[in-house]
């Protein structure tokens, strides 16, 4: 089993950059795919990247590609997201989620609790 815990989460300007990080814990962390998705206030919670447990494959939603990065670690039990030209369509709540048997995870994988990030116009 892993916890996860999402972490980098704040109030940046358009145009801005954050970087999210996300914290697992268990010792099998290297075997997990990892995701990151977001929920905007009334919308439902949508994909935006994801990573392999090797780091070989790595995907996008369409809205976010050339501007965030999915990257790994780990040594460090850890999975960021570079977010680079933020949009206010950015703003959302993020979550991490880790899946052993998929690269992009379902709802029955393992999820954090989020957290905010507010872009302003």
């Known amino acids: 089993q892993v916890r996860v815990v999402e972490s980098g989460g704040g109030l940046v300007q358009a145009g801005g950059s954050l970087r999210l990080s996300c914290a697992a814990s268990g010792r099998t962390f290297s075997s997990y795919a990892m995701s990151w998705f977001r929920q905007a206030p009334g919308k439902e919670r949508e994909f935006v990247a994801a990573i392999s447990w090797n780091r070989i494959n790595t995907h996008y939603a369409d809205s976010v590609k050339g501007r965030f990065t999915i990257s790994r670690d780990n040594a460090k039990n850890t999975v960021y997201l570079q977010m680079n030209s933020l949009k206010p369509e950015d703003t959302a709540v993020y979550y991490c989620?880790?899946?052993?048997?998929?690269?992009?995870?379902?709802?029955?994988?393992?999820w954090g609790r989020g957290t905010q990030v507010t872009v302003s116009s």
């Open positions: 989620a880790a899946s052993e048997r998929r690269v992009v995870a379902g709802p029955d994988d393992y």
